[in-house]
């Protein structure tokens, strides 16, 4: 065991610690000194052991509380435990008078056994309990934090909450595996690449990530002429990864037991949940939500204007302040510092704001909600017409709009696939982005709508219903799976497109079908607010890649029909819904 006190002899923090405690920028400082115990060896589920750090704070003789007075914070990372850990949570919330327990995932940071992507970090939690009763510092009150996967362990702890565990803080994190790589119907390539790249190489140093990382990003572009490229390439090298993204099927045995949503039905734990506008579990974090409060549980919402990396960044004083008050007011009885509503989100999109870069400089205003949505009213339809019109129910159009031929065509090639932009993605270029140069894209269609008189807000689940059919290069019906990407952009007096919001659904081709297929495409949530002036914008086209892998496979009788190009139409009754 190793002690390292972030005080150097003449009192001033140590320079390790204060470069770490630098990096968590406008978190205020609490008001104790920090030690650390490293290198524990603490024993998981089966015995292995599990390598963990321990920070606390060093109470003095003016200290309000004694060293058995302070809660303990527990933090399950497959990450490593060092950066970003200690500077994001083991010295600021040790500062603020808890102790801190971080802890690598078997498998990770030199923790014993192999790494699973979910079928270990249940037992291995409440064996870290287990661990922390046998302390002379644990006081029996337990809260949890985390990010990303980190929110996957909490929850899987809170399958079977252990007595001692009074609140969580789940900050964009996930609770399905499975809904993570395959909602949609398709392969959610690119980010499931760069999780598994993570998982599988930033526990190792910084050194060993990065050149991972490096070979992902040339590898990724030209990934679509793989026959299947979620099985090769940098897939291929992590067998459990390689595995996650071939079972598709979310009732194959495979899955059995890797959704933890089960435990937002528990009305024991409070807990907190921490979301971003463009992260990419929005949609999870919201689901996450909709099951607290049905099961009765105290839970608060945040919804910032980020995306995954930027909440850990320019969204982390938001952030760390909104954890900080829930731990305080769970595990100290000290509720001062909860905001009155349960529900705070980010109304984005005034105006103001710059629009091509990261969703934090998107303008807009915070809001605080009783609920989220706020309604449960019924969505208004905006319908597509010919000449890439949108416009709203009942809007008369110029004759012939409503005529039956498609309101508009595109054709999809699996050789030069139609590009993701921005967007909830892990990788550098997510969040709103300038869509312009997409939307020239001969693949690409949109429907605008009329300049807006005054301000349009929508808040809650948007969606796509679009009235399809597809055709090979001859005209014959298509016969193999196609995909419909949507998404709703926000497009002001000079031009820019930006992206708010989207989504993708594959559609399974069904033989002898007469007339067009309704592919429902949901498009995610929002909280935008379209100036007066701007026009609300749907782009439509048939796929996002490398963020999506495209369809595989194709009919045995015919297998050059996998990556044949595939001519898709858009018919009259198709329509954009929005929760105005």
Not at 87 to 96: N, R, S
Request: some cysteine; proline content about 10%; glycine content about 14%.
């Amino acid at each position: 065991m190793i002690v390292t006190e972030w005080v150097a002899p003449d009192g001033r923090p140590a320079r390790a610690a204060r470069w770490m405690r630098a990096m968590a920028r406008k978190v205020p400082r609490g008001p104790y000194r920090v030690g650390c115990e490293t290198g524990l060896s603490v024993p998981g589920g089966d015995g292995e052991p599990l390598v963990t750090d321990h920070y606390f704070p060093r109470a003095g003789d003016a200290s309000p509380h004694r060293p058995g007075e302070f809660p303990t914070v527990l933090v399950r990372s497959p990450y490593g435990r060092g950066v970003p850990w200690a500077p994001l949570y083991g010295i600021p919330l040790a500062e603020h008078g808890f102790h801190v327990v971080v802890q690598s995932c078997r498998g990770t940071g030199r923790s014993g056994g192999a790494f699973h992507l979910w079928r270990n970090e249940a037992a291995d939690g409440r064996a870290a309990v287990a661990w922390l009763r046998r302390q002379p510092w644990f006081n029996g009150a337990l809260g949890t934090i985390g990010v990303s996967y980190l929110g996957y362990t909490q929850w899987a702890l809170a399958l079977d909450p252990p007595p001692e565990l009074r609140a969580m803080v789940v900050q964009v994190g996930l609770h399905d595996p499975h809904a993570y790589f395959h909602t949609g119907g398709a392969v959610h390539l690119e980010n499931a690449l760069v999780s598994g790249v993570g998982m599988a190489h930033q526990h190792r140093g910084w050194g060993p990530f990065l050149r991972a990382a490096l070979r992902l990003r040339r590898w990724l572009p030209r990934a679509h002429r793989e026959p299947v490229p979620y099985t090769s390439g940098p897939a291929a090298e992590l067998s459990w990864l390689a595995e996650s993204l071939e079972r598709t099927d979310g009732n194959d045995p495979y899955w059995r037991g890797a959704s933890a949503a089960a435990a937002a039905e528990h009305p024991a734990v409070p807990t907190c949940l921490i979301a971003g506008w463009q992260d990419v579990f929005l949609d999870q974090n919201l689901a996450q939500y909709r099951r607290l409060r049905r099961a009765g549980r105290e839970t608060a919402l945040l919804v910032g204007p980020w995306t995954h990396h930027s909440a850990l960044q320019q969204g982390w004083p938001e952030v760390f302040a909104e954890s900080l008050a829930w731990l305080r007011a769970h595990l100290y009885g000290e509720r001062a510092g909860l905001r009155p509503t349960p529900v705070r989100v980010h109304v984005g999109g005034d105006g103001t704001g710059g629009g091509t870069g990261d969703a934090g400089a998107a303008g807009g205003a915070w809001r605080d909600l009783v609920e989220w949505p706020p309604s449960e009213g019924a969505a208004e339809p905006w319908y597509l017409h010919h000449g890439g019109r949108l416009a709203r129910q009942g809007t008369p159009g110029p004759a012939g709009s409503a005529g039956t031929g498609p309101v508009g065509e595109f054709r999809h090639d699996p050789a030069d696939p139609t590009p993701s932009l921005g967007g909830p993605v892990l990788s550098r270029g997510a969040g709103r982005r300038d869509n312009r140069a997409l939307e020239a894209r001969p693949d690409v269609l949109t429907f605008t709508g009329p300049a807006l008189t005054e301000p349009l807000e929508v808040l809650g689940p948007v969606a796509a219903r679009i009235r399809v059919t597809a055709a090979g290069v001859d005209g014959a019906p298509a016969r193999r799976p196609f995909d419909v990407f949507a998404r709703l952009c926000d497009v002001d007096g000079r031009g820019r497109s930006v992206n708010v919001c989207d989504g993708l659904v594959r559609v399974t081709v069904q033989g002898g079908a007469a007339g067009p297929l309704e592919a429902v495409v949901p498009m995610s949530a929002a909280a935008h607010r379209f100036a007066a002036g701007h026009r609300v914008r749907l782009q439509v086209s048939g796929g996002a890649f490398p963020r999506y892998a495209p369809p595989a496979g194709g009919p045995d009788d015919d297998p050059a029909a996998a990556t044949a190009p595939v001519r898709v139409a858009l018919h009259p009754g198709s329509a954009l819904e929005l929760p105005t």
